[in-house]
């Protein structure tokens, strides 16, 4: 059976521990500085080191998921777009119908079938722009 022991510090004890282990930091930090050879090798190692990092990621990688999203999306607002301009054109029909003023039936269909255009109409607009420029 392997038991490990662990000493435990109190609060200030442990503050006085990392001071130490700072000042260590920070006379090493000081012989690199007074030593310049050291100090360009240093410099050129961190230079290289963070040119090889291959972690960054750059914008217009992930475009192409962003656009397969962006087309999902929008083919769902176009259907649910559809049946809600159906179901309400209708509706308003009917009540227009039973009220008695049937000459507002074309300005409510017209008004409904602008809505469903602007579903298609305003990204057509937009790919326009975007061969433009």
């Known amino acids: 059976m392997n038991l490990k022991?662990?000493?435990?510090?109190?609060?200030?004890?442990?503050?006085?521990?990392?001071n130490e282990d700072l000042k260590i930091v920070d006379k090493m930090i000081a012989h690199i500085k007074k030593n310049k050879k050291n100090y360009k090798r240093l410099?050129?190692?961190?230079?290289?080191?963070?040119?090889?990092?291959?972690s960054i990621i750059f914008a217009d990688t992930n475009l192409a998921a962003i656009d397969t999203l962006g087309s999902k999306m929008l083919e769902v607002v176009r259907v649910v777009g559809y049946w809600y301009s159906v179901i309400m054109c209708s509706v308003e029909s009917i009540k227009a119908a039973m009220n008695g003023t049937t000459n507002n039936i074309t300005s409510i269909i017209f008004k409904y079938s602008l809505l469903f255009g602007t579903f298609y109409f305003v990204p057509t607009i937009f790919d326009m722009i975007k061969t433009v420029f």
């Open 5 to 18: 022991k662990y000493k435990s510090y109190t609060f200030a004890e442990y503050r006085m521990i990392q």
């Open 43 to 54: 410099v050129i190692l961190v230079a290289i080191v963070l040119l090889n990092d291959t």
